[in-house]
């Protein structure tokens, strides 16, 4: 079983609509959970991090984490064309410092 | 506030030869971590270092190593070049402690021939 596991898509959706992107993990220990967004030749960019169980939002982002269930969530409202990439799951591994593991990415396509 | 810096951008090396990559973390920022990207591994956990120690070392062989300065800056040493080490080289830094949020430089890609 990989650590951090992502559907690698394509997820294809029209613009305007509501992306969810799923993310599950091994480590029930795990405490720190994060979502990157990468554009093809591009480094991972940072879009949300969560610690919490429960939802948080940011602007068109709200990302989504049950630790009882393993399991962690972003969705990307009114998704734009701009917002075709991969996303990235990141889960910072339960050592006592700083390792992100990360699951091998979901691509999305937002169609206009 | 300045982004996290990697040099050089793009390498061209020979099987055999060694490589130093150079990162230069945000300002206040004292861990940083290095990671490989290759499409068929993705994104896999070299090394992190703070305080110039290293803390945490993932599942790579001894040719891989790294440091880190006084100032935070850090290089990673790559000797003995194969061609699997082809890959996108990033660097992320972050404030110190588990769990801080970790920003990525542009990343140096590596080409082994």
């Known amino acids: 079983q990989k650590e951090v596991e992502q559907n690698s898509g394509p997820l294809s959706v029209p613009e305007g609509a509501i992306a969810s992107l799923n993310c599950t993990y091994s480590?029930?220990?795990?405490?720190?959970f994060f979502w990157y967004r990468q554009y093809s030749g591009k480094s991972p960019e940072l879009i949300m991090s969560i610690y919490s169980n429960g939802d948080k939002e940011d602007g068109r982002f709200t990302a989504q984490l049950n630790k009882a269930s393993q399991y962690v969530s972003l969705l990307i409202r009114d998704s734009q064309p701009s917002d075709s990439a991969t996303y990235l799951c990141a889960v910072n591994a339960n050592t006592g410092f700083q390792k992100l593991v990360f699951g091998t990415g979901t691509r999305l396509l937002v169609s206009p | 506030k300045a982004g996290v810096t990697q040099t050089p951008r793009y390498l061209i090396k020979t099987r055999g030869q060694q490589v130093t990559l150079s990162c230069s973390p945000i300002?206040?920022?004292?861990?940083v971590s290095w990671y490989q990207q290759t499409p068929g591994q993705g994104l896999q956990f070299l090394f992190e270092y703070f305080s110039e120690t290293q803390r945490n070392k993932g599942n790579f062989p001894g040719r891989f190593s790294g440091r880190q300065f006084s100032n935070s800056r850090s290089e990673m040493n790559v000797s003995t070049l194969e061609l699997g080490d082809s890959a996108l080289y990033l660097c992320?830094?972050?404030?110190?402690?588990?769990?801080?949020?970790?920003?990525f430089g542009p990343g140096t890609r590596l080409t082994v021939t």
């Open positions: 992320a830094s972050s404030l110190a402690g588990q769990g801080n949020e970790q920003y």
């Open positions: 480590d029930r220990g795990s405490q720190s």
């Open positions: 300002s206040g920022h004292r861990s």
